[in-house]
């Protein structure tokens, strides 16, 4: 009976995750406490990479990732709780401005921000 109810409890907030090709993921770097995986290391290190683009959906529960060609040696067919949606946000977007070169190809470097002050 005890399990009955649990099992109840925890179906009320189950949702299946269901992607569909061309959406993007991002992909979990650790999936389990301990594990190493992908050459990044250390506890600050990001949880998830990405965003990768799903290029097929193997089975219900299985999905092909494009991976980009530093990662060529990892299978590219993840688990759905290895995943996660990701949602477009402007502020993702890196603007990249080249410095502007001087004649003996040095360039001068200024702050763009002062973020703390002490006193």
Do not use: W
Not at 3 to 25: I, M, N, P, T, W
Not at 55 to 74: D, G, Q, W
Request: net charge positive; aromatic share 10%; hydrophobic share 40%.
């Amino acid at each position: 009976m005890a399990q009955s109810r649990q099992k109840s409890y925890s179906d009320k907030r189950h949702r299946d995750l269901e992607f569909a090709v061309g959406d993007r993921v991002f992909l979990k770097v650790s999936p389990m406490k301990g594990v190493r995986r992908f050459g990044v290391r250390g506890k600050l290190s990001p949880r998830y990479i990405g965003p990768y683009e799903i290029l097929e959906r193997i089975e219900t529960l299985a999905y092909r990732l494009a991976l980009p060609l530093k990662l060529v040696s990892v299978y590219n067919v993840f688990h759905v709780s290895n995943i996660c949606k990701y949602v477009h946000d402007p502020e993702h977007v890196l603007v990249y401005e080249p410095p502007e070169l001087q004649e003996d190809m040095s360039y001068e470097e200024f702050p763009v921000m002062i973020l703390a002050r002490e006193v």
